[in-house]
């Protein structure tokens, strides 16, 4: 009997050894969980704001297409590996002509997205936001609707206003350049726009209406970023050039970006044949006498 109470001692001692040392492994689990959800958590919060900086002038999440695919669970979608290059330079995956790229540019209007000079441990940061479990926003009760259902209404501003806008007669109030200076549109007069970047005439159709309104809001192209990120459109400006290329989008004439070309050829044509022809007989009489001696 006494045997009996010693054993059972003995067990509810190991018992008690067993749930201590049972709860001190939980313990360091959950500790290196949270250092390891931590850090990861971190990451998805910067890639969250690069998203927000980068990526939402052409995507949503959640919400539909715009100038760029809807990325609610591209995570699972995609391999890593393929998003990581994706992201980090899909010119050159475009280049290479990697099917998905090339199927996903052909199903976006030839659009292609542009290299974002991103980091390596920026497109990691990006991926991790894109695989976590991140919802759309809603408004009030109603769900969501995709961007290319909403209803097509006529594009707001007004297409006067915002082709003085683009050809630099009325001064973007943020301090920017005019499109113009980079830009051309068919029936902007005889100069036409500068070249440095393509022809905005079709861009409405090439777009869409949702997707230019977003471009336009957040200019997602790295030269257009340089510049713009401190002084962005504002809405009414937005609108205004966006209502200006739905109509220039209707134009049937040739855009006339080259004639910048022609016309500084011209002038350098000018400058330099005018003065031969007013003076050229003059010097070749003042290099004669000089080579004969006289006086």
Not at 22 to 35: D, F, N, R
């Given at each position: ?28 689990v959950a500790a290196v969980s949270w250092a390891a959800a931590a850090p990861s958590t971190q990451l998805a919060e910067k890639g969250e704001a690069l998203f927000q900086q980068k990526c939402n002038s052409c995507h949503t999440i959640g919400k539909g297409n715009l100038v760029g695919p809807d990325l609610k669970g591209v995570g699972t979608k995609r391999e890593r590996a393929w998003l990581e290059s994706f992201i980090f330079a899909p010119d ?204």
């Amino acid at each position: 009997m006494q045997w009996l109470q010693i054993c059972r001692r003995r067990l509810i001692a190991t018992d008690g050894i067993l749930t201590v040392l049972l709860l001190a492994g939980l313990l360091m689990v959950a500790a290196v969980s949270w250092a390891a959800a931590a850090p990861s958590t971190q990451l998805a919060e910067k890639g969250e704001a690069l998203f927000q900086q980068k990526c939402n002038s052409c995507h949503t999440i959640g919400k539909g297409n715009l100038v760029g695919p809807d990325l609610k669970g591209v995570g699972t979608k995609r391999e890593r590996a393929w998003l990581e290059s994706f992201i980090f330079a899909p010119d050159k995956m475009i280049a290479q002509k990697d099917p998905i790229a090339t199927q996903r540019l052909k199903e976006f209007n030839n659009i292609p997205m542009p290299n974002l000079g991103l980091s390596k441990a920026e497109v990691d940061a990006l991926i991790t936001y894109l695989e976590g479990p991140t919802e759309p926003e809603h408004h009030g009760d109603s769900p969501a609707q995709p961007l290319s259902a909403q209803a097509k209404s006529p594009a707001p501003g007004d297409p006067v206003i915002g082709r003085e806008l683009f050809i630099g007669a009325v001064l973007l109030q943020n301090g920017g350049p005019s499109c113009m200076s980079c830009h051309s549109v068919a029936g902007t007069g005889v100069l036409g726009g500068g070249t440095m970047g393509p022809d905005l005439t079709h861009v409405f159709q090439r777009f869409g209406e949702s997707g230019l309104s977003s471009a336009l809001q957040g200019l997602p192209f790295p030269t257009m970023q340089g510049v713009f990120q401190a002084k962005p459109l504002t809405p009414a400006e937005q609108g205004n050039l966006l209502a200006f290329f739905a109509q220039s989008a209707k134009q049937t004439a040739e855009p006339t970006g080259s004639n910048f070309v022609w016309i500084g050829l011209g002038g350098f044509i000018v400058l330099v044949g005018v003065p031969q022809v007013l003076w050229g007989k003059r010097l070749k009489g003042v290099r004669k006498r000089l080579v004969g001696g006289e006086k």
